[in-house]
């Protein structure tokens, strides 16, 4: 959640950089008023994307041992409810595209709507979110201060071969995790107390002691430097972020954004072609430009992301981390839901195609694919809807026969 927060403030200072440029290059013209509204919504929307991700980045859970966790094995698969805006998009679209044909202010109507779908897209997301973790884990979510101590702690282990914690009171209320790796390297945490220190131990899956046991002070490797600095406090520290691997989850999304750019800068130069290179033209060739030196900004961003330092035991010979494998558990072939074929994304493929020539050519077209491309995002919602129902209601279309 923090690095996708981190993402869409990049791309938030992006599209507020390009909105600038383009209103100065424009002269602040009335008649460019357009360009500058989309792009100032696109700023306004992304930020308040990045800061609603990382609120939620606060709870983060992965790779934490949780409470209860052995009791809920067997409960149902949470699918996320049905939703109405993906229709409500092709209804925005629709307005937005009819906008920028024939009336401005019909434009600016569809530029407020897209964004307030955007919006409330967003925020159900979170809730279903949210709602999956309350119906998974019905016990009450461990403090934020002992999920970020806990990430600490399974950072280390993970990076020594595991970890012993010995838990301590050191005044004033806070508390001291001692860190012992299986390796015999050591550091120290600080929490605000010493429940905290040890729900943190807890959810991290390490060996918790409120003592130091006989023999794990025998397993530690002080160096020269340990010793000089034995009276002062031994902070655990992050290698530098030069070190850290590249994230090997966003290799994909970087080379999808990488076909985008290229598909956009293409649609740019036939459009500047087709189009004479008038200056009437300018704002759709802007905006096109910009879309595609956002996709270029995310391919060089996801390629080059950094993961955690201590992901270097999970690096490949490329430098770029492999993410661990588990063995699949068994597959029940009679409760097993899978979708089944559609058509849909063939006629998207009919309705963008139309919709892309008909802006270059012909507006009998344009209308045309409009109006297809609504109908299609209508039309598979609606079967996507019917189909998670019927998935509730026990049916299962031919998993069962997957076999044969």
Not at 129 to 155: C, F, K, M, N
Request: net charge negative; proline share 5%; charged share 15%.
């Amino acid at each position: 959640m923090r690095t996708a927060s981190r993402v869409f403030a990049a791309i938030g200072a992006f599209g507020l950089t390009v909105c600038l440029v383009f209103a100065s290059a424009s002269r602040f013209r009335y008649d460019n008023l357009q360009g500058v509204l989309i792009l100032a919504f696109f700023f306004v929307a992304c930020l308040f994307l990045a800061v609603f991700l990382r609120r939620q980045g606060a709870i983060e859970l992965d790779g934490l041992v949780l409470p209860g966790a052995d009791a809920h094995a067997d409960e149902e698969i949470h699918l996320p409810g049905p939703s109405w805006y993906p229709a409500f998009y092709g209804v925005t679209l629709l307005v937005l595209a009819l906008g920028l044909v024939f009336d401005k202010r019909v434009a600016l109507a569809g530029v407020a709507l897209t964004v307030l779908t955007t919006i409330g897209w967003a925020v159900e997301s979170v809730k279903d979110y949210r709602r999956e973790v309350a119906h998974a884990r019905p016990e009450v979510l461990p403090l934020v201060a002992a999920i970020g101590l806990a990430h600490q702690i399974v950072a280390f282990a993970r990076q020594h071969g595991g970890a012993d914690a010995v838990v301590q009171h050191v005044g004033r209320g806070s508390a001291e995790v001692v860190l012992v790796g299986a390796d015999g390297a050591w550091g120290s945490l600080v929490g605000e107390s010493v429940p905290v220190a040890r729900e943190a131990a807890a959810l991290a899956g390490v060996t918790s002691h409120t003592a130091w046991p006989a023999g794990l002070g025998n397993r530690i490797r002080t160096t020269e430097e340990e010793w000089v600095e034995m009276g002062g406090a031994g902070a655990l520290t992050a290698p530098d972020t030069h070190v850290a691997p590249r994230d090997g989850s966003t290799q994909t999304a970087a080379r999808v954004f990488l076909g985008l750019a290229i598909f956009a800068f293409l649609i740019d130069a036939v459009y500047s072609v087709a189009s004479r290179f008038r200056y009437d033209n300018l704002q759709g060739m802007a905006i096109l430009t910009a879309f595609g030196l956002a996709c270029l900004y995310l391919y060089l961003g996801l390629k080059h992301a950094k993961a955690q330092p201590d992901d270097v035991a999970f690096a490949g010979d490329d430098h770029v981390t492999i993410e661990p494998t588990v063995p699949d558990p068994p597959v029940d072939l009679a409760t097993l839901h899978l979708p089944g074929p559609s058509w849909w994304p063939a006629f998207f493929s009919v309705a963008l195609g139309a919709l892309a020539f008909g802006l270059v050519f012909s507006k009998p077209l344009l209308f045309a694919g409009l109006f297809l491309t609504v109908a299609c995002c209508v039309g598979w919602g609606v079967e996507s809807v019917r189909e998670y129902r019927q998935s509730l209601a026990g049916h299962h279309g031919d998993a069962a026969h997957a076999s044969h």
